[in-house]
Every structure is written in structure tokens, then in C-alpha cells.
């Protein structure tokens, strides 16, 4: 009997269970410094080659303009400049001719070409010469075939 006494005392203590929490307490402390320098030194400006500004102020000027650079990791180049137009020039000086009644100084102008040269003589009216016209011009340049104007080379 006893027994059975000692166990029923032990399993009535086990049905019932403490009902209190159980706390406990922690405390953390975390400290992290961090220190980081960095310094860039530049000694020279990268290379840079700027190609020129090159302006043709308005329409009525026979010149193209034209730049360009070239940079390496040493050397750089830039250049610019003009280049003339000169059957543009030819067309405005004959057309400024004509317009002030100088008609034969402004086909004279134009003969200047060799394809108008060329045009004229197969048209049946030669370029004017020395102050000729004509059959009279017609017979200066037949006698002086150096002075005819040089052939156009075609660029293909």
C-alpha cells in the first residue's frame, strides 16, 4: 500500500505543473567602429586633341571648311582649314560680270573652263579672245592652241 500511496503522491505532483513564467533577462552590448581614407592624386589632364572651330560665316563664300583631330595616349594632333571653290568663284564673278552689262567679259570668264571651252567651240561660238569674237576668234585660237584652257580630269 504504500506503494502504491508513494505513487499516486508522485504522479498528483506531476499533473500539476507550475503556471508561473519563467523569465529571463539578457543584455547585449555591440560597439563596431570603422575607419576607411582614400586619396587620388591626378599629376596631368587625360589627353584630349579638340579639332578647330573652322567657320564660313555665310553661303556666298566659295570656301568648304573641314577639321579633324587624331589623340593617342601620347600624342595629340588637331587641324583645320579652308579649301577654295574655284568654279564657285568662277560662276559668281561671270554672273556678277553679266549683271553689270559686261556680257562678253562674263563669257570670257566662263570659257575659263575647259568644258565650256569645249561647248562653245562646238556650238559655233568660240570663247572670246584679245578683244575678238567671232570667226576672228575662232582664227586666234586656232593659231594658239596653248592658250586653250587645260582638260578637267574626271575623278571616277
Known amino acids: 500500500m504504500r506503494k502504491l500511496l508513494l505513487c499516486l ?3 498528483s505532483t506531476s499533473v500539476f ?3 508561473d513564467p519563467i523569465i529571463t533577462q539578457s543584455t547585449s552590448n555591440s560597439t563596431n567602429t570603422s575607419f576607411s581614407e582614400s586619396k587620388t592624386t591626378v599629376h596631368s589632364p587625360p589627353p584630349s586633341a579638340i579639332a578647330p572651330a573652322v567657320t564660313v560665316i555665310n553661303n556666298d563664300v566659295c570656301a568648304v571648311a573641314a577639321s579633324g583631330a587624331v589623340q593617342t595616349q601620347i600624342l595629340g594632333i588637331s587641324m583645320g582649314g579652308t579649301t577654295t571653290d574655284y568654279n564657285c568663284e568662277r560662276l559668281k564673278l561671270s554672273k556678277t560680270l553679266f549683271d553689270m552689262g559686261m556680257k562678253v567679259a562674263a563669257v570670257a570668264t ?10 562653245m567651240m562646238d556650238a559655233g561660238t568660240p570663247c572670246p579672245i ?8 575662232k582664227t586666234t585660237w586656232e593659231a594658239n592652241p596653248d592658250r586653250t584652257p587645260r582638260k578637267v580630269v574626271e575623278k571616277k
Do not use: L, Y
Open 9 to 11: 503522491m508522485v504522479a
Open 17 to 19: 505543473a507550475q503556471t
Open 110 to 119: 566662263m570659257c575659263q573652263d575647259r568644258r565650256v571651252w569645249d561647248a
Open 130 to 137: 584679245d578683244g575678238k569674237i567671232g570667226a576672228e576668234a
